[in-house]
């Protein structure tokens, strides 16, 4: 199974948090399984660290690397295809980082791990 992760997501597998689902964390810890982390999660924790707004327990540089890599987990760059989907997606939700992975998970037909409720107003398949 190919999947991707949402920002909260991988930020509570990484951190061991009991707010992940066992459904989700399940899919996370198969290596049988594709995942995927949106380079707009990079960009969202990069900038919330910067702001003081996510505070992780070794460095951005440091640890985000290592945990994608330890993980077996691949970035999902941005691309026309993605951006297309913004275009018509309905404005539900209303953070563009959220806006980019929802778009994302359509047009790459990804189911998303998020426990975001707003994203079952989208045409996407969710797992939590």
Request: hydrophobic share 45%; with cysteine; net charge negative.
């Amino acid at each position: 199974m190919r999947a991707l992760l949402d920002t909260g997501s991988f930020l509570w597998f990484i951190s061991g948090s009991n707010k992940l689902s066992n459904k989700a964390r399940g899919v996370i810890e198969n290596f049988d399984n594709d995942l995927l982390i949106s380079v707009a999660s990079l960009w969202e924790m990069a900038i919330k660290v910067g702001i003081g707004k996510l505070e992780l327990t070794e460095s951005f540089e440091r640890l985000i690397p290592e945990k994608i890599e330890e993980n077996r987990i691949d970035i999902l760059q941005i691309n026309f295809y993605h951006l297309f989907e913004i275009i018509d997606l309905p404005m539900h939700h209303r953070d563009p980082f959220d806006r980019l992975i929802i778009a994302q998970g359509i047009a790459e037909k990804l189911p998303v791990i998020s426990c975001d409720k707003v994203f079952e107003f989208y045409d996407i398949d969710i797992i939590w």
